[in-house]
């Protein structure tokens, strides 16, 4: 096997197994104690098609897809309005119903991340839809009959992070190709 450098070795990190996708990893704190620390897709809505199998290595570089729906080439770009390095401390009105723990945690991640969106999803962002928001990801990525999550659970966590989307976003997006 041959012997990597150390600049390749920079390039190694958390990756889910089963896509190449990029996995982040999520601390659980309440009340000022590490509860624990928990691994998760690194991206807006965690996939239902598959769980997360965590490995080490040189994550595949993803095509930019819209976070809404996973439609390819999206237009426009949605910043957050929290700056996590202007204060240590926010609070937010967060729809946690039905979330887990690790559900709650990517929800938060998401408040300090820009999200995609295609030209039909910023539509439905513009006219606050979540019902037809939701109808659309799963339109186009259905929940699989044998898949680690069902239906209910996926529109739960579809549900929170669009709370979270609609609570720390402003309301005109920026074109994707600014950035």
Known sequence: MPQRSGRDM??????????????????????????GVGYRHNRRVEPWDHELELAVGEPAPLDQVCDFCGAAAPQWLYYPTLDPD??????????????SDDDTAVAVLNMLYPWYGCDTCSVLVADRNVDLLIARALDRTPVPADGPVDEDTVRARLRGSLSVFFTTRPGRPQPSRAV
Request: charged share 30%; proline share 0%; aromatic share 4%.
């Open 86 to 99: 202007d204060t240590d401390m926010f609070e937010v009105e967060l729809d946690t119903t039905h979330l």
């Open 10 to 35: 920079e390039d190694l990190g958390f990756m889910c197994a089963r896509c190449g996708g990029e996995v982040h990893d999520v601390t659980h704190n309440r009340e000022g104690t590490l509860d």
